[in-house]
């Protein structure tokens, strides 16, 4: 059964700080996404990572993916208010199916 | 004009009550989802189709219906609310393509509430 499991789930920051989120995924995957929920919004689609190595970069945040280690990070860069959010990964049951498995999230918090 | 719409937005209804959220999208997109998201529980998977005929169980199915009436539509139904099923449910459509990244475009959501 696949798990996946992020860390912090909670994450205070100042903002100008530098910050990294973890995704650990428990069976072997070639992609892994990455979501941003604003307080009682929906989803959006940060990046898509789609390989080993893979790294992509917005702004402010970039993520990379290892999947020999399965693992993932989503790196944050001199934080601002505006990337308070909860930011989710997520990983296919199935490589051949399109139906994720969430984590749990992580709760952002940037205060200047 | 959204891509992916849910209706209601939000709803209260009462224990045993037979309860419909339904999903439209315009993005043309084959494969449709249903999520629920609980407080510190992340998404699960409730429901999936990856076309009209093709319907498939998530993580958590017990308790729950849906209907695929179109490649745009796609329904989840509640036959007898309990109050656990309290929550907010995320629609969400994707297309694998050719080389596609299949990413999930979810809905606004629906806030439901069993009392």
């Known amino acids: 059964e696949l798990k996946v499991e992020q860390n912090p789930l909670f994450l205070s920051m100042q903002e100008g700080k530098n910050y990294t989120i973890y995704c650990n995924y428990s069976?072997?995957?070639?992609?892994l996404y990455w979501y941003r929920q604003d307080p009682g919004k929906s989803l959006e689609s940060l990046f898509v990572?789609?390989?080993?190595?893979a790294v992509k970069q917005e702004g402010r945040l970039m993520a990379s993916l290892d999947t020999k280690a399965r693992l993932s990070t989503l790196h944050i860069t001199a934080a601002v208010h505006d990337l308070s959010a909860t930011y989710f990964c997520?990983?296919?049951?199935?490589?051949?199916?399109?139906?994720?498995?969430f984590g749990k999230g992580t709760k952002l918090s940037v205060k200047p | 004009d959204a891509d992916v719409t849910q209706t209601p937005r939000n709803r209260i209804t009462k224990t045993g009550k037979r309860i419909m959220l339904e999903c439209s999208q315009t993005k043309g997109h084959d494969r449709m989802y249903w999520y629920r998201q609980d407080p510190g529980l992340g998404l699960r998977l409730i429901y999936y189709?990856?076309?009209?005929?093709?319907?498939n169980k998530g993580e958590i199915s017990d308790g729950y219906s849906v209907s695929r009436q179109a490649q745009a539509k796609f329904s989840l139904s509640l036959e007898s609310a309990i109050p656990n099923q309290t929550a907010l449910y995320f629609c969400a459509t994707s297309d694998p393509g050719t080389g596609g990244t299949d990413t999930q475009y979810f809905g606004p959501g629906t806030r439901l509430t069993v009392l």
């Open positions: 069976t072997t995957s070639d992609r």
């Open positions: 189709s990856f076309d009209v005929k093709d319907i």
């Open positions: 997520a990983v296919p049951q199935d490589p051949s199916q399109g139906n994720l498995i």
């Open positions: 990572l789609l390989s080993n190595g």
